[in-house]
Nanobody
Framework: VQLQASGGGLVQPGGSLRLSCVASGSVFRFNHMYWYRQAPGKQRELVAA???????NYADSVKGRFTISRDNAKNSVQLQMNSLKPEDTAIYYC??????WGQGTLVTVSS
């Protein structure tokens, strides 16, 4: 199983980014999917989750700003991030419910 995350970059506060994670080697539609992040000097934390049925859950710190979605036809999960703040700066990782992790994509929010 491979999870390939992409879409990170440098953005100004208040800006937006869209992360994508494409899965291969697994039956994607049978997996819940997650986005985690790890900021410098901090533990990895769960940001958003989406179930097989499309139900979503978010960390309090990103509610109302981030949206997780999935496209089973493309074996992909996305994280739309709006109104970004400097404290959102982190490496973002996707993960599936089998425990496989993507390689991470860096998001830097800075002016």
């Amino acid at each position: 199983v491979q999870l390939q995350a992409s879409g990170g970059g440098l953005v100004q506060p208040g800006g937006s980014l869209r992360l994508s994670c494409v899965a291969s080697g697994s039956v994607f539609r049978f997996n819940h999917m997650y986005w985690y992040r790890q900021a410098p000097g901090k533990q990895r934390e769960l940001v958003a989750a989406i179930t097989i049925g499309g139900n979503t859950n978010y960390a309090d710190s990103v509610k109302g700003r981030f949206t997780i979605s999935r496209d089973n036809a493309k074996n992909s999960v996305q994280l739309q991030m709006n109104s970004l703040k400097p404290e959102d700066t982190a490496i973002y990782y996707c993960k599936d419910s089998q425990g496989f992790w993507g390689q991470g994509t860096l998001v830097t929010v800075s002016s």
